[in-house]
Structures are given as C-alpha cells and as structure tokens.
C-alpha cells in the first residue's frame, strides 16, 4: 500500500508543485490548507499573475490526466488542533511536509496588525503541529521550509554551515568545542518567526524524540515545473507584487511589461536562490533520508545559487532591454553584504543543481509575458517599509538603461559563492 504524506499548505507556490511531484512519485498525498494565501490577495487587491484555479479543479485536473488522487482538508493549523490531531492519527503518514505559514517579509512588517497575525499564524501553526505529532503517538518526520534568512544578510565574514556552528568555549580554564545553532539574525518579523521555529523544534526534538527535517530555503525563483507545465488547470501560481512577489520573478514579469527593474537602494544585496523544481527534488530527498529516532534536527540549506540583487537585474535587462530604475530601499537591511554558504548535503544525496540560466529565465518571461493582461501596474512598487517613519520611494531616483550597463566584468559575473565542502 503506498504511503500516506501530508503537505500542509499544499496550495501554495511551492507546496502545490511539491504535491504533485510526491503525488507522480506514489505517495498518497493530502493536502492541509486554509486558502489563507488567496485570502490576502483579496486583502492586497492583487491576484497571482497565471491563473490559478480553486483547489478542487486543480485537484480534479490532475485527477484526470494522470489517476491519481490528492485529498484536501480546509483547516486553519493555529486553530484547529483538535483537527490535525484527527487527521495525523488517521493517516499515520510517513512524512509531514510544512510550508503553512505567511512567507512575505514586506507583508509582515505592513503594519502592527500584520506583525501580529504573522507571529500568531506561523508560531501557533508549528507548534500545533509538534504538540499533535506528540499526542498522537505516530512517529512520523516533520519536514519544515525554513529560509536562509534566519542566518542573516551582515557579512558574516565566515561561511555559512548548514545550521550548526562549531564553537570553542573556555571552561575552567580548558578549552572545548561545542556545536551551537547557528545564531540567528532575522530581517523581519517574518524571518524572526522562523528562527522561532527553529527552537521549537530543537526542544520537542530533545524532549520527545520528534524526528524532524528543517531546510533553509534561498529565494525560489521560476514559476511551473514538469508536473504544473501538463495543462493549464494545474499552472503554479505568480506573485509579481510588492509583498509577494520575489525579486527574480519580479525583474523577468516587469522586463515583460516593460517596467523598469525595480531595485532596491544600490542593489548590493546578495542572496541564496533556487530553482522551484530543485525545490520539490530536495523536498524528496529529505523526506527519503529522515533522521533516526534519536537524531536532532537535520539541517540542510536548500540553496543553489548566489547573486546579488544589481547582477540579477543587470542580467534580465540585457537580456531583455529593460532599463533599472534604483528605488530607495523600503527595507532596513545591509545595502552591500557578502554571503557564502555550504549546501553539500543535498549534494552528496544526489541533487543535480538547476542554475539560472537564459533558457529559464525564458520560460519564466515568457509565462509573465502571456499573462501580462492580468497585472495590475499599481501593486508592482514595493510600499511596505520596516519602520512606521520611513516612507515609500514610488517613482525611484535614478535609472540605468541597457546601453549604460558596465560590460561583464569579473565583479558581476563571479562564480556563486557555493561552498560543497
Ligand atoms: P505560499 O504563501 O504560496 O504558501 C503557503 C500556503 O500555506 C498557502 O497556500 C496558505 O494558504 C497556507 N497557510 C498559511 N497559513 C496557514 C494555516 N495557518 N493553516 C493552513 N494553511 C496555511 O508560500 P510559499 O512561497 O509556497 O512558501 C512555502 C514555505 O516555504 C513558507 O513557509 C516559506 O517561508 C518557505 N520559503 C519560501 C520561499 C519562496 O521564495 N517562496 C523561500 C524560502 C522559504
Ligand atoms: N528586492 C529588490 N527589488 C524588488 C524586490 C526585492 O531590490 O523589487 C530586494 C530586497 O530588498 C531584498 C532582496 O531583493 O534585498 C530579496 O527580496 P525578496 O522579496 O526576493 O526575498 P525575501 O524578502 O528575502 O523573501 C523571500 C521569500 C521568503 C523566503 C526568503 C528566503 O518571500 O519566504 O524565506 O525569500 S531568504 O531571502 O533567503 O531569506
């Protein structure tokens, strides 16, 4: 009989694919959600750039172009413990998947409102997972989606393990080495919530044995993978507005309906990536190597790639002949900063990296591109700012156009700073 996986927040950028990838791979899939993401898009007056269809025809389609079924619960994990509990008990599934949680760190940081719900739905939402996995008596593995954010963007002059750091302390005296988590640095009130997360699961893991998986997710870039590319009622949602969307995805849907790249102060900012379909390969990977019983948490950083924000946005507008337009940063965050960090370990599991490449950033221009009828103009300019006394910049300062743009020089296209080992 095959074995039963539950993927809370199935509906979702990342959890939708990653369904259906376990789904192809003969897991019997159930997905948890409270549509609370499509709930916001109401809330922000903006809607995923394809169009995506409600959960049941999604479900249905695949239904019917492959035989296999996807069972969908409609519950809300800060609030109905008493409902996962049931579900976990009835389906004893070998893993547990979670990215149900609010992901956007623009719409965190919007007002006290959106600090609080943040707080209150990512932090209720795992610990009611943990504490139902205790009573529950199944021993099953909880893979979270984490972010590298939780490491933090200051130039850590070091490079970044993959969640545990080998400290050396002097006690009485003599010297020793421990391994500590990495201290966490978060960006935002959502980054904080994960690095919350984190310590959840380090004490049920000491405490109750809770087999868990937490990966370190870089920025996910791209829009569909194999399984969302078979028909048109499966396509992966697009978030291209100013809380939502992410910075790769944003610069190839602007160059798509000619607006300038919108790049936030000098564009120095570095960051991890990933492709969403090495998104779902990792995902499967972890959940086939759980950690033993007694094991602590596994850690992997789930990145590829590194760039910087400019390189990016210099890449989209030569590649499409967009002109940048530099914005003053919405964010308090490092307007420069190194990052390099380790990510052997889904490496050495067998990951075959997907990097960027023109052909897929393409296809992601080329979705955008399709769909460009459904933008709204309006949403694209971030204007959620990290303190209540800075304003939002809505027209920018200054612009770069293609022919402007320094040749390749070796700073701009410098290897990604990736360490596997
Ligand atoms: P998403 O917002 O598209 O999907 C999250 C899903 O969870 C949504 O469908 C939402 O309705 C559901 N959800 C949220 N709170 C819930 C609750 N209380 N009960 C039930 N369902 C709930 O986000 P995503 O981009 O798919 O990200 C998934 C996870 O991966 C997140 O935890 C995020 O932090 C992490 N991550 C995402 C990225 C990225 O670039 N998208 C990068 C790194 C890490
Ligand atoms: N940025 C721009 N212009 C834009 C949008 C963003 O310059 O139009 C800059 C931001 O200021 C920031 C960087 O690009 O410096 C990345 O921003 P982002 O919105 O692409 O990503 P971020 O807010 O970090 O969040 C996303 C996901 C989140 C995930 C995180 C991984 O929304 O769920 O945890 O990526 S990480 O960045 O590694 O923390």
Redesign the pocket.
Request: glycine share 16%; proline share 3%.
């Given at each position: 009989m095959a074995e039963n996986i539950i993927v809370l927040g199935g509906d979702g950028f990342c959890g939708w694919p990653t369904s259906l990838y376990l789904s192809r791979a003969g897991y019997d899939v159930t997905i948890v959600d409270n549509l609370s993401r499509r709930k916001i898009d109401v809330e922000l007056e903006c809607d995923s750039l394809t169009p995506i269809r409600p959960l049941s025809k999604r479900i249905q389609a695949w239904r019917d172009l492959t035989g296999r079924n996807i069972d969908y619960a409609c519950l809300d994990l800060a609030e109905h413990y008493h409902r996962i509990l049931s579900l976990i008990r009835e389906l004893r599934p070998r893993a547990i998947i979670h990215f149900a949680e609010q992901?956007?760190?623009?719409y965190s940081m919007k007002s006290s409102y959106h600090k609080r719900y943040t707080v209150s739905n990512n932090l209720n939402a795992t610990h009611n997972i943990l504490a139902a996995i205790v009573e529950s008596g199944v021993d099953t593995h909880l893979v979270h989606l984490g972010?590298?954010?939780v490491y933090g963007y200051g130039t850590a002059g070091m490079t970044i393990p993959e969640g545990y750091l080998t400290v050396k302390v002097e006690v009485d005296g003599r010297e020793q080495e421990l391994e500590i988590l990495y201290p966490a640095n978060p960006g935002?009130v959502?980054?904080m919530t994960?690095t919350q997360d984190a310590l959840a699961f380090y004490f049920y893991n000491k405490n109750d044995q809770v087999r868990i998986t937490d990966l370190h997710?870089?920025?996910v870039w791209g829009t569909n993978t194999e399984d969302t590319s078979l028909d048109e009622a499966l396509i992966n949602r697009f978030d291209y507005d100013g809380d939502?969307?992410?910075?790769l995805n944003?610069f190839l849907m602007q160059s798509a309906i000619g607006h300038p790249l919108?790049?936030?102060?000098t564009?120095g900012?570095k960051?991890?990536f990933i492709h969403i379909q090495d998104t779902v390969e990792c995902i499967r990977l972890a959940v086939e190597t759980p950690p033993a019983r007694e094991e602590r948490v596994k850690i992997f950083n789930q990145v590829t790639e590194t760039h910087t924000?400019r390189d990016l946005a210099r890449k989209v507008a030569r590649m499409t002949d967009t002109p940048i337009r530099y914005y003053e940063?919405p964010?308090n965050?490092d307007s420069e900063n190194t990052l390099s960090i380790r990510n052997e370990k889904f490496l050495e599991l067998g990951l075959n990296p997907i990097t960027l490449n023109k052909g897929l950033m393409n296809e992601v221009y080329t979705v955008a591109r399709r769909y460009s009828h459904r933008c709204d103009r309006d949403n694209i300019v971030?204007t959620s700012t990290w303190r209540p006394d800075m304003q939002p910049d809505l027209h920018g300062k200054y612009e770069e156009r293609p022919g402007e743009i320094p040749e390749e020089d070796a700073s701009s296209e410098k290897p990604s700073e990736i360490e596997p080992g």
């Open positions: 992901r956007a760190a623009p972010t590298t954010g935002s959502y980054h994960k997710q870089g920025i939502y969307g992410t910075v944003r919108t790049v936030h102060g564009g900012q960051r991890a924000v940063n964010r965050e971030c």
